[in-house]
């Protein structure tokens, strides 16, 4: 019987490794229901995925992309989810 190591899901867009970073850094958040992304709109949360990404970016991406892709991500969510009813 062979075992094999999990591993995390392998990002293949820097769209998505912007999504990650901000998930880990706790500034967006999943709607359990529908999927979409949500800013919770924490400027320390923001801060941190900013300079996770200024730091840390992904294999031939420079810091300056790989800021630039987080907060294009920012802007193109808000901070509720589209399917979802008002008040939810």
Known sequence: MMLFKERP????TLRGWAVSVLQEAGA???CEEHGWMMDRGNPEARGRALAAAHL???PEVSS???VAEVRD?????GDTCP???PGD
Request: one cysteine or more; hydrophobic letters at 35%.
């Open 9 to 12: 899901p392998v990002i293949r």
């Open 28 to 30: 967006v958040r999943e």
């Open 56 to 58: 840390d970016p992904p």
């Open 64 to 66: 300056d992309e790989a």
């Open 73 to 77: 991500v920012l802007d193109s969510i």
């Open 83 to 85: 399917e979802c009813p």
